[in-house]
């Protein structure tokens, strides 16, 4: 099986633009989470995906931020008008959950810095 | 609420010697699972370990082994004879299971250098 994987692998943009990350989960996982990590942090929770519905989305996740997962398969996570505080790793992960076992795989991340 | 602690920022040792990664965990649900995550410099996490919080058994993998203590919420972390590819960040996590809910909820990590 390949792991997931996360395009591009380092966006740099300059303030108020706009950008998409794609994230292609390990095949047949049927969840998929997006976090947010910063500098000396551990990864934050942003939202979540059960096959193609968002189930939950994190208070850290403000309106310019939306993500999309088509037919359940990859998923998008766009920042609208970036600003400088956007400036992190954004690590995707998947599992596959059956009752309550479930391990989450992380993808190599995508480094946003915001000029 | 539920939080994760990891006391130590950095940690440094020289090869060859045993190291112990502390973790303590809140959490007001009897149903939980702790994990440990190895974060590279290449920035991937890599999935190490999952325990249950109806498993207290200690677990042995190889150099790396987890001590799992319910009752002083504490999930530690040793690598026996460090080598210098341990050098990384290390996370614990904790995932709550309520409703449809299952993000992990992370520490702010212990930055292992093994020197040589």
């Known amino acids: 099986d390949t792991g997931v994987s996360q395009n591009p692998r380092h966006k740099i943009t300059k303030r108020g633009q706009n950008v998409t990350f794609r994230c292609d989960p390990i095949s047949e996982h049927n969840r998929l989470y997006w976090y947010r990590q910063t500098l000396g942090q551990g990864p934050e929770f942003l939202t979540y995906f059960q096959n193609e519905a968002q189930l939950e989305k994190s208070r850290l996740l403000s309106d310019r931020f939306s993500a999309e997962r088509p037919k359940g398969s990859f998923s998008t996570l766009e920042i609208q008008r970036t600003e400088q505080g956007d400036s992190a790793m954004y690590l995707c992960?998947?599992?596959?959950?059956?009752?309550?076992?479930?391990?989450?795989?992380f993808g190599p991340g995508t480094r946003l810095l915001v000029l | 609420a539920q939080k994760v602690t990891q006391a130590q920022t950095e940690i440094s040792v020289v090869e060859k010697e045993d190291v112990t990664l502390d973790c303590v965990y809140e959490t007001r649900d009897t149903t939980y699972y702790l994990f440990w995550y190895k974060q590279p410099p290449s920035g991937e996490l890599v999935f190490l370990i999952r325990r249950n919080s109806f498993d207290e058994q200690n677990e042995i993998s190889g150099r790396y082994s987890w001590n799992f203590q319910k009752s002083t919420s504490s999930f530690n972390f040793t690598i026996t004879a460090s080598q210098v590819v341990d050098s990384a960040v290390y996370f614990c996590a904790l995932l709550n299971y309520g409703g449809s809910q299952g993000n992990l909820i992370f520490g702010k990590g212990t930055k292992l250098s093994v020197k040589p």
């Open positions: 992960a998947s599992s596959f959950r059956r009752g309550a076992q479930e391990t989450q795989y």
